[in-house]
């Protein structure tokens, strides 16, 4: 990325006021993990340790959820980075939005989920808090 001082800017914009910045910025995240190659700058950043906040937050839009959890789902389909997701207090808010009543935050949520069930240190955690009976439904 020839400018990773932008991603700072980003996640200023995050906990903007302004719930269409926040989308915005959101939706610009998404589109940048989207790209391989940036993953690592972006995970190295300090995006993932401010999505609990974020999705803890009660102004949050529906919009900006979906780009959050469309984010965690890029990123967790590297198993290098699916340490940090699994790590947080993420995993316990994943599972919550399983029960969400917007259906693009429960298959945002079931999307992330499933990518770390994917390791097998994860599924069995997993198994063991009953998500992966969820992720069928």
């Given at each position: 990325m020839m400018f990773p001082s932008c991603v700072n800017l980003v996640l200023r914009f995050l906990k903007s006021d302004n719930p269409s910045t926040t989308e915005a910025a959101a939706g610009l995240l998404r589109n940048i993990w989207s790209v391989n190659m940036y993953r690592d700058i972006l995970a190295e950043s300090g995006v993932i340790e401010e999505i609990p906040w974020l999705?803890?937050?009660?102004?949050?839009?529906?919009g900006v959820k979906e780009q959050i959890l469309c984010t965690l789902c890029n990123l967790?389909?590297?198993?290098?980075?699916r340490h940090k997701i699994a790590h947080l207090d993420l995993l316990q808010?994943?599972?919550?939005?399983l029960d969400d009543e917007e259906i693009k935050a429960k298959e945002s949520?079931?999307?992330?989920?499933?990518?770390?069930?994917?390791?097998?240190?994860?599924?069995?955690?997993?198994?063991?808090?009953g998500v992966i009976p969820k992720l069928r439904l």
């Open positions: 999705l803890h937050q009660s102004f949050l839009t529906i967790s389909i590297d198993k290098n980075h808010l994943l599972i919550k939005l949520s079931g999307g992330v989920l499933t990518n770390l069930s994917l390791s097998p240190c994860y599924y069995s955690i997993m198994v063991e808090v």
